[in-house]
């Protein structure tokens, strides 16, 4: 059963600052996806990383695909307050299907 | 605006009543998802439909029931509500049932409150 985690769950960060969220998940896939989510909000799709080593950047976000050790990173690059939101990655299930499994989320709090 | 409408927005009921989440998709995509988020189980899969057929389960409860009409719009029937059926039901659409460019875009959600 395929499995992902994310960390860290909560991060405080101050503007300016860079920091890195970090995705494993237990499975081969070949899909890795990036969503924000703001408070009783949907869910807005950032990133979409269909290969190993692919790598995308939008704005102050940066992020990575490794296939072969089953890890992403979403990189943020001097934070500002615009950015405090909860990032969650997800995994397709590869075979017959687009289930997606969901990490539990990191919550970014970005402080002037 | 991802193009995925859900409707209501807001339901309050209580528990061992029956409700019906609505769902239509982006125009032009065959397949419909549902997700449960709850600040117990996070976000998790429930099902999926792919042009009127079911595709794939997750961990979607016996008491609910979801189908695909052939305008492709889709509803998630829950029945007696259990305070823990609380939670965020979000519905996403994508073009095709599954394949690698197959991005999946999320509708606003269903807020239920189940008293």
């Known amino acids: 059963e395929l499995k992902v985690e994310q960390n860290p769950l909560f991060l405080s960060m101050q503007e300016g600052k860079n920091y890195t969220i970090y995705c494993n998940y237990s499975t081969t896939s070949d899909r890795l996806y990036w969503y924000r989510q703001d408070p009783g909000k949907s869910l807005e799709s950032l990133f979409v990383l269909l290969s190993n080593g692919a790598v995308k950047q939008e704005g102050r976000l940066m992020a990575s695909l490794d296939t072969k050790a089953r890890l992403s990173t979403l990189h943020i690059t001097a934070a500002v307050h615009d950015l405090s939101a909860t990032y969650f990655c997800?995994?397709?299930?590869?075979?017959?299907?687009?289930?997606?499994?969901f990490g539990k989320g990191t919550k970014l709090t970005v402080n002037p | 605006d991802s193009g995925v409408t859900q409707t209501p927005k807001h339901l309050i009921t209580a528990t061992g009543q029956r409700v019906t989440l609505r769902c239509s998709p982006r125009?032009?995509?065959?397949?419909v998802y549902w997700y449960q988020q709850s600040l117990d189980q996070g976000l998790q899969f429930l099902i999926q439909?792919?042009?009127?057929?079911?595709?794939a389960k997750g961990n979607i409860l016996e008491r609910f029931s979801a189908q695909q009409f052939p305008d492709l719009h889709s509803e998630l029937n829950l029945s007696s509500l259990e305070l823990g059926d609380s939670a965020l039901y979000f519905c996403?659409?994508?073009?095709f049932g599954t394949g690698l460019y197959n991005e999946q875009f999320f509708g606003p959600g269903t807020r239920l409150t189940v008293l």
């Open positions: 125009s032009g995509d065959l397949s």
């Open positions: 997800a995994v397709g299930v590869q075979g017959g299907s687009e289930k997606l499994v």
């Open positions: 439909y792919y042009n009127g057929e079911e595709r």
């Open positions: 996403a659409s994508s073009v």
